[in-house]
């Protein structure tokens, strides 16, 4: 059996009516959901928060523009506007995440759970691209991902590979790790790089020493799945956390950003956003050639004139 | 730099008028050009040719449509014609490829550079896309493909991955193997995607063993670049190899294929057949996000707040 085509395709069972993204900034708000967000509301579109006093926002900007593919623009707020109407008509950016990072002069002061108190009519918010939004694409594709089944999110590094600089902002790119196998890591490039809005193709795969990454054990921020099995290779793609880390090297007089792994839920549906066709889940997924075929037992050979052996392994087929 | 990023775009130079097919035809029906194709004709379709009786053309058509990634058919002739107008006016199967393999009850037997002395009435011959012309768009995308600069061609290996039978036909799938850096195996991943027609996504990367290849160095037929430089990884595609392996396997009285690497050459323009718009070439290629990223060193660190170090490396750049 090809790798990966094991894994149950289509949509994940609805975990306590926590797919509806409304409801979910809901009980984020009254304080009853505290939890990572990529296995909720899992069919809408999530983001990475980063809020800014105003003298910074056209840098910031010019710098996710510069570096599309870690940091897609989905919105910005105009000064001191708590809500962001083109992603979702009721949100409270100030309560409706599940937890702030607070940093002042590049060092993290504060985790909240509300930002109401330290909220300025000069900030402006910028929602980004997240990749919990295409780990739903990946899955309905019917990509194996490891981390969701563990419960987990996917791990973070900062790598060698430096950023086009804007005004203040710069610095390395930091990446997410998943563990896939070689069908699923072939098959998750293919779709991914449909996908720019939510950093498109991998940027790497295989060998993290090439792009500086000396550890998987020691990820950015310390959480996440950063164990292979021998049928695994990481692929990284490009991270929104690179607006963080950014951020903190740039240290602003203060900029808040959403809390690791606490995204913002938008009432974006994901189907729109990647343009899928109505009844976008089981059946859409393109399959890879490797489909047709079956594995059973056969050994190289040296000339074409020798025929392999053909017996199947003990224990019946490969998986 | 991003891997893969130095290499020259574009056409290359052209190599003493071979990339014009119906010459090269003629100056092999001359016997005036013998050697691998791969460099010649770049821009003209290349095909894996089977010929064999009429009396098990129909199975054989039915097991490659059933294993369409590794054989995909782009022509089968009438029953004694020894031309294919759809794909070259002046075709002459028996004499116009640069060698041919002559196998008898799955032996071989013959490798002839003529077969107008063998051949029969009942002859069918079918044309099979050849993973040459998807190095050439490969190249065209800007994915370096050292086996060609070191004037090789690529290693192929018989997998444990085993082909959906057709009548006597079967067995396993061989595939060829291209030795890439991680970006331009991200690249070629997504470009060959778009090209069934010439085998399409590769089938696995980075583990051989995970499909049954015990070694690099032993390639089915013993020639191609089976070597990995150390930023490398081996990225595998279906072949058509596999027919010739399944016509051995089925050991008919009577089968002739192409010499390896010495490809029936078409009139059919790449460009045409992959869809490309007027002006395929440099500038065609799409970028992967990777592109607007420059390498400097930093190195990876375990919190956010933790700001890495920007020093550039010895030397310049990273390749």
Known sequence: MIPGDSFMRGPLPPAAGMDDPAALRRAIRKGEFRGFTNLVARNHVQANLMIL???????????????????????RSRPGEVGMPQLAADLDLRRDVGGYMVFREGKLVATPADIRELWREDFVAFAIGCSFSFERVLQVEGVRLRHLDEGNVSAMYVTDIET?????FGGPLVVSMRALTAADAIRATIVSARHPQFHGAPIHLGMPQ???????????????????????????WPCGATA???????ALPLCITHYKAHMLVTDLPIADVVGAPAGWGPGHAQEPPSSSFIHTSAHNTDTPAAAPATAPRPGGQQE
Chains 1, 2 share one sequence.
């Open 210 to 236: 090439a792009i500086g990454i000396d550890d998987l054990a020691r990820p950015y921020g310390g959480h996440g799945l950063t164990s292979l099995r021998a049928d695994e290779l990481p692929v990284f």
């Open 164 to 168: 086009v600089p804007a005004g203040r």
């Open 53 to 75: 006093p105003a003298e910074h926002a056209d840098a910031f900007e010019a710098y996710c523009r510069r570096n599309a593919a870690a940091l897609p623009l989905l919105a």
């Open 244 to 250: 963080q880390l950014a951020a903190l090297r740039a």
